[in-house]
């Protein structure tokens, strides 16, 4: 231990904050033009780690929750600001779900000790730098609203598509009409017969779909299992998978994970899952809620290790308070900045 990172002068501080998306966006479950968030900031020896808890409506937190979680939180109590390990296990310990929040602190102090060591995130975890080629979102919409979306999307090779609405056939052949990418689309738990599901995984496989992301409620295991066995398309985990814990449960069922640092408390966690996810055979997404470019520079630190990327948070909002890494060209890449690579803009 360094005596100089011995933890006394510490500030952890946050406040909350609105994302204005730049079009609504429809899923399955509902509909939005607004995310609230939660940025937080770490001060230490002249140095500030950024970090945000991104919470959409449809999970559980709340800027309340997060706030009374961060409250709870003393980081004079730790002897070594650089033991992300230790630091983030005891945060962990405070109280169980809250999975935004802890992320929150997580990116920080990865930003914060990017800092303090002058090198980026990914070079902490050893991670190749990679160029990956994201994935541009479109919620259910009408056919001309998608036909504009996918104008915007022009310069990203894969659209990921949502569906789950009764007009599923009709927005993949919309787009189909106007152009022949790759897609990934996702399901958002929005289907419920496994037979009808299977007809349309077939008919999706002719239309280059490349996967399907969380076809039916998370519990359903049984019937995701069925699908992924007989899908000729991988079947995807999303709302079904938050944690390193869960992997077990869902590993059979499906034949990959996405992962997002709110749901997984961070970039520590993050990073086993995928270990723990290649162990298992099962295939990565590295994915976002809508975010500024705080957590999804944070993302991007491990998007080399993905099979796929869908880092566009950033893109769908129109206040964003940071810059970093975007997508803007359709392509991810951390850049060669201290810790997440971010500055705040003022
Ligand atoms: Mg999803």
Redesign the pocket.
Known sequence: MSASNIVKNIKLSWYPFTLELKHPFTISVNSRTTTPVVLVEIKYEGMIGYGEASLPPYLSETQESVQSFLSKIDLSVYDDITNLSSILSGIDKLSPGNNAAKASVDIALHDLVGKIKGIPVYQMYDIPKLEMSSSFTIGIDSPEILIQKLHEADKFKYIKVKLGSHNDKKIIETIRDHTSKPLFV?V?QGWNNREVALDFALWLKSKNVLLI??PFIASNINDTRWLKERSPIPVIA??AVRRLSDLDKIKDAYSGI?IKLMKSTGILEAFKMINRAREMNLNVML?CMTETSCAISAAAQLSSLADWVDLDGNILIKNDRFCGVNSLNGNVIPNDLPGLGIQKII
């Open positions: 996702d958002n992301e969380q999303d709302e996405n994915g």
